[in-house]
């Protein structure tokens, strides 16, 4: 890690490059000096590819700043906006004088606070979607009444508590809000990293720079997965990661891993992984071993957490590791900048970190094998926004799809390859219960993507219930399992014509037609919404090339270049006929046929 | 007394990492007067940055005495004795 003058002179010697980048807009209100946090933010915002512009409210404008109609800080196009309310600054009673307080004034003093955050989110909103994350109250090292204080249901820190749920309760009532839990860094650093009380006195900056780091790295688990910038998959390596030792020479009754000293290590690391697998992450394995000595551990060692149907696809063999790494990429569908590979060997760390830079690497020298647990989790790297049903199902869905390979390679043809599977395609408009999925989607989606814009919840929410637009999505299924929602469409009508905003697909649901299937669907919609056209766009980035002929492959027409974005085409829907593809076991069209245009 | 040169030109790239401006530009006269962007916010910064460099806290009173390089370079020297 770099020190904090380093930061900055990467900050200085890379203007240009930084300049160059997508702007990351960032407003911060609050009522602290925070100042010092910025090289940080802009360094965590460098290392994901953006270039962050952080814009900082006025010193205890809060109020002010978030409820003024005329205020020109928060432009609508902000990405986030981050708030730092002290409660030292706030209610010097409730976090200095709570002695001095009766239970009436401590009551008082809560339901200010609540109106108070009400007021500044409804504020917030009239200006911006942006995305808000409010750092809660810190929780008092030593409370006013000293051991009372926990004996009591009204001490300090159960009104901390409450004035923290009631902050919870306020941003519950808006969508794209977080609540930043600041107890959890104290906890992390402890009392005497987390704060200094010098710069407090010198200059309301209340936090040591440790601190300021570690706010900075927690606030960009949110901004990463706000950018789709997450990971999605884990790649291990076996031998001294998973277990101790080296399987093929100490055999399995060997290696160590167990409930007991030193296997424990290994075995609270086990579950550390298949935490991360029950919310969505996709494990594989890579390690230069018999792949048959590998497997002998998975299935026969009797404290092994982590079994075959964790793993979603493995490499194990005596080739080297970045060609190994590109086949597992390939294997599951993803890019190789979604995958943290894992290693205790310091060669294959740097042969990828040389070979393939969109890697991120988590090196794991076994002499330290009881750090591993947080050298992994606390850099929040597949942290999510919210853990939806199809993350919970995501592993059994690449396992599925790996015997799915499997069989197409059996497959003497497409077609009867395509029945056996049985696919049901079902597809409705946008509800409360999709919404967060499309969501998702349109954050992590990066091949199959035409326009590749990220929307959040909220967003999506205003196109589906907006007067212009539909929101469609496609869930699929097959006899090896449910894929959940995989695809989404937003259509904009405008002037008798259905613009395609957004089309993407989830890449481990395509090679079954059903991105012909939701087109088909989106264009049957516009017809009976009234258009007379559909417009397809398709913007280039780094990685979606994949769908670059995909409107043409589709029937659509008249290419038209759209200065420095990319390409529209349209669609004649007077020619439109609804058609999908038959080898479908069933399509499931939800979608009320008596709607009128739009 | 006095710093050694080793600290001294370490001191020069903390001042000019923080405060963006070119290593050559910085001298023992670098002040806020003379160095663009040198603010009380800046100041913090620098003294952050400084701290870790070095492995040392100063007390309150020495950080509100830091103003300028001059500054910096005795109450650095203070406190790496004291170290």
Known sequence: ?598 | MSVNEGIRQRVFTVVSNVMGSPLDSINEGSSPDNIMGWDSLKQLNLVLALEEEFGLFFNDQQIAEMLNVELILLTLDEALQAK
Not at chain 1, 177 to 193: A, C, E, K, M
């Open chain 1, 1 to 598: 890690m770099n020190t904090y003058s380093q930061i900055q002179e990467v900050l200085n010697t890379d203007r240009t490059i930084i300049d160059g980048l997508p702007k990351l807009n960032l407003v911060i209100l609050r009522n602290i000096t925070l100042e010092p946090i910025e090289p940080y933010l802009r360094y965590f915002a460098y290392e994901i590819g953006l270039n962050a512009e952080v814009r900082f409210g006025t010193y205890d404008n809060v109020y002010q700043e978030a409820v003024e109609e005329n205020s020109s800080l928060i432009p609508s196009l902000t990405d986030a906006v981050l708030l730092f309310t002290r409660l030292e600054t706030l209610s010097w009673g409730l976090a200095k004088g709570f002695n001095g307080l009766s239970l009436t004034q401590i009551q008082e003093e809560k339901q200010r606070l609540a109106q108070y955050f009400h007021d500044i989110l409804v504020g917030i909103r009239a200006k911006t979607h942006a995305m808000i994350l409010w750092h809660g109250f810190e929780m008092p090292a030593y409370p006013s009444l000293g051991i009372w204080d926990s004996q009591i249901a009204s001490g300090q820190v159960a009104v901390i508590h409450d004035l923290n749920q009631l902050l919870k309760d306020s941003l519950a009532q808006f969508s794209n809000t977080y609540f930043v839990d600041l107890n959890l860094i104290q906890s992390r650093l402890g009392l005497s990293h987390y704060y200094d009380a010098r710069y407090w006195y010198l200059a309301h900056s209340p936090y040591a720079r440790e601190s300021l780091s570690e706010i900075a790295t927690e606030d960009f688990k949110f901004l990463r997965a706000l950018k789709g910038k997450n990971k999605k998959c884990l790649v291990l390596d076996c031998d001294n990661v998973l277990w101790g030792g080296v399987v093929g020479e100490e055999g399995l009754a060997g290696i160590k891993l167990g409930k007991t000293y030193p296997g424990s290590i290994y075995y609270e690391f086990q579950q550390t992984i298949l935490n991360l697998y029950h919310r969505g992450v996709i494990l594989a394995l890579c390690s230069k071993n018999n792949p048959e000595d590998v497997w002998d551990v998975f299935q026969k060692h009797p404290d092994m957490l982590l079994r075959e149907e964790h793993i979603a696809t493995a490499q194990i063999n005596w080739q080297d590791k970045a060609a190994n790494l590109r086949q597992i990429a390939s294997d599951l569908n993803i890019g190789l900048d979604s995958i943290v590979f894992a290693d205790d060997s310091e060669f294959e760390i740097d042969l990828i970190r040389k070979e393939l830079p969109e890697v991120t690497t988590l090196h794991l020298p076994s002499e330290k094998a009881f750090a591993f647990s947080d050298e992994l989790i606390s850099p929040g790297w597949f942290d999510t926004l919210t853990i939806t049903e199809e993350d919970k199902i995501r592993g059994q869905a690449y396992k599925a799809e790996a015997t799915r390979k499997l069989m197409y390679s059996k497959a003497t043809d497409l077609e009867s390859y395509y029945r056996s599977l049985e696919l049901v395609a079902e597809i409705r408009l946008a509800d409360a219960f999709i919404i967060p999925r499309i969501a998702q989607l349109t954050q992590k989606t990066n091949q199959f993507n035409l326009t590749t814009r990220r929307y959040s919840e909220a967003e999506i929410q205003a196109f589906a219930t907006g007067e212009s637009y539909d929101v469609l999505s496609l869930k699929l299924g097959d006899r090896f399992g449910d894929l959940g929602i995989v695809g989404a469409c937003i259509l904009e009508y405008r002037n008798g014509k259905a613009l395609i905003d957004t089309f993407l697909f989830s890449c481990r649901a395509l090679g079954r037609k059903a991105e012909e299937v939701l087109l088909n669907c989106c264009l049957y919609v516009a017809k009976t919404r009234g258009c007379t056209a559909a417009v397809g766009f398709y913007y280039p980035t780094r990685k979606n090339a994949q769908v670059e002929g995909f409107y043409p492959s589709q029937g659509f027409e008249n290419p038209l270049d759209i200065e420095n974005q990319g390409k529209s085409y349209q669609y004649n829907l007077e020619k439109f006929r609804k058609q999908t593809p038959e080898f479908y076991k069933n399509i499931v069209f939800d979608i009320s046929l008596n709607m009128g245009p739009k």
